[in-house]
């Protein structure tokens, strides 16, 4: 399973127009070099543009040139037209059009009121920018899709061992951004993670919800939240198999499983794994990721009006790449 190449020529064949506000960062610009040469989706880089120029001949880049470049502090034609919008977005909380004008030169606020205005499809940040940074415009200017009580995480970990999941392809949320998630929070993570796992790895779900206990080994406040959960889950959607409370083991071994859990269509068999707290997500993926050598790509942000990933600070050319190509199957979905 190719799974990264698929996501990549379903964006080559649909493309969309990608922000990328951190548009000085080295590894930001290489990799904006490479997907204006593959034409994976047409690319807005923010900054200085002199600077811009600049850094990709030292970097020996040939196709910075034909993406579009804004410099957020020059006086470009719609300026005044996003400052005009993130008035009227703001109003209510008292913004005044100086602090408006202000905002619009921030590259991040900019990237958010382009996706709003319709002139981009999405947004990739966080090279260098905090989850914070990156999350607090989008949340005030894009905001969640309709219904959606909260934002999630979810990252696609690609396994050595191809036992697990789909051929070692599995789903871990939340991972980046929800401290300790309400069950209802946990319903919709769970869910949400579902639609994503269906929308860019192409396969059924089978989501486990994780937790120290395994159908009752264990009382404890925190595992009745993810029972509860797993309940809410289904009622929410009841074509998806979905089952918990499930130790990882449980979730993942089919031995084990049918020891602790038998009849479960997703106990040992699982390709999404949704943690019960945003500790234990963070910190499984990155134990998974370097002691398993497994690969992690994400966050992909999950119920956002438009897609806006954040990037971990240690992510590579070849992350922002396909979080790029991610980003541009996310809009095509809430496209279609």
Known sequence: MDLIQDIINRAKANRQRIVLPEGTEERTLKAADRLVADGVADIILMGDKTAISSLSKSYGLS??????????????????DYI???LELR??????????????????YLACLMIKAGDAD??????YNTTGNVLRPALQIIKTRKGSPCVSGAFL????????????????ADCAVMPNPTAAELAYIAVSTAHTTRTLVGVEPRVA??????????????????????????????????DGELQADAAIVAKVAAHKA???????????????TLETGNICYKLVQRLAGAEAVGPILQDMAAPVNDLSR?????????????????SIGLKG
């Open 91 to 108: 109003r209510a909380k008292g913004i005044t059009e100086e602090q408006a004008a202000k905002l619009v030169e921030d590259p991040l």
């Open 314 to 330: 240690s992510c590579s050319v070849d992350d922002i790449y396909k979080m790029v190509a991610i980003a541009a199957n996310q």
């Open 157 to 172: 970990m690609f396994l050595k061992d191809k036992s697990y999941g789909d051929d070692g392809v599995m789903v871990f």
């Open 262 to 276: 038998p009849g479960s269509t997703v106990a040992g068999h699982a390709n999404v794994l949704v943690f019960p």
């Open 63 to 80: 196709n910075i040139n034909r993406a579009t470049i804004i410099d957020p502090s020059d006086a470009y034609d719609k300026k005044q």
């Open 84 to 86: 005009n919008l993130l």
């Open 209 to 242: 919800m994780l937790s120290f206990s395994t159908k009752g080994s264990a009382q404890h406040d925190m595992v009745d939240k993810v029972v509860e959960a797993t309940q809410l889950a289904r009622e929410m959607a009841p074509e998806l198999q979905i």
């Open 122 to 127: 999405g947004e990739i940040a966080g090279a």
